[in-house]
């Protein structure tokens, strides 16, 4: 099986459902669930699930962001992933971490990429005045949030949205939409879907 690796800043509920995920009969399982932020709330979810931890705090590195990767790179050589996820991972990541980890890095985002790369997609989409939204999961490529789309999932956008009720509609969505992305790249198929 696949050895995987899952990058997190925050709650960790992507992660959690990947690693729900990863029984048995699956072609992957989780090895490692490291964060930037020592105290993120994925971190101790990981920990009850019996899945090794590890965080790198970004904060010491300020001015070093080069030192900060090579740190993170350490953790993760010593899980020896095969596929590395991010899931909520919000540090910008440089081309020659990326680089490292090329063709097996791969990332969810709560937008229909290519519309709205980067931050605040929500409330983007709303003011757009958009239909609809969701999520992707890409690779991931030295061009931020712009790397080959493996798959993605749709929800309507209401009239009386607001940026936080639409992001809990496309979390929902994300849930299912990341297992099953992990599920077809761990198994070799790059092939886009739509949930
Ligand atoms: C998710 O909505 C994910 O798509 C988003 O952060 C949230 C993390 O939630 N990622 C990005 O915005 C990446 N730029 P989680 O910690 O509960 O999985």
Redesign the pocket.
């Known amino acids: 099986t696949k050895r995987v690796a899952i990058l997190?800043?925050?709650?960790?509920?992507?992660?959690?459902?990947l690693v729900e995920s990863m029984g048995q009969g699956h072609p992957a399982r989780p090895v490692l669930v490291m964060s930037n932020d020592p105290n993120?709330?994925?971190l101790a979810r990981a920990r009850e699930m019996g899945v090794p931890v590890a965080s790198v705090d970004h904060k010491p590195f300020s001015k070093d962001r080069a030192a900060f990767e090579a740190v993170l790179i350490e953790h993760l050589e010593a899980a020896q992933p095969d596929i590395l996820c991010?899931?909520?991972?919000?540090r910008i990541l440089t081309g020659d971490f990326i680089r490292h980890f090329e063709g097996r890095m791969l990332?969810?985002?709560?937008s229909l990429l290519p519309k709205y790369k980067?931050?605040h997609?929500h409330e983007r989409a709303i003011a757009a005045g958009d239909k609809e939204a969701g999520?992707s999961v890409h690779e991931v490529t030295a061009e931020l949030?712009g790397g080959p789309i493996l798959g993605q999932a749709r929800v309507p956008v209401l009239e009386e949205d607001t940026a936080e009720t639409l992001?809990a509609r496309?979390?929902k969505q994300?849930h299912r939409l990341y297992p099953e992305a992990l599920r077809r790249f761990a198994a070799g198929d790059r092939s886009r879907f739509e949930l």
């Open positions: 997190l800043s925050g709650g960790g509920s992507n992660m959690v459902r993120a709330g994925g991010l899931a909520g991972f919000m990332n969810i985002h709560p980067g931050l997609t999520c949030d992001a496309v979390l994300e």
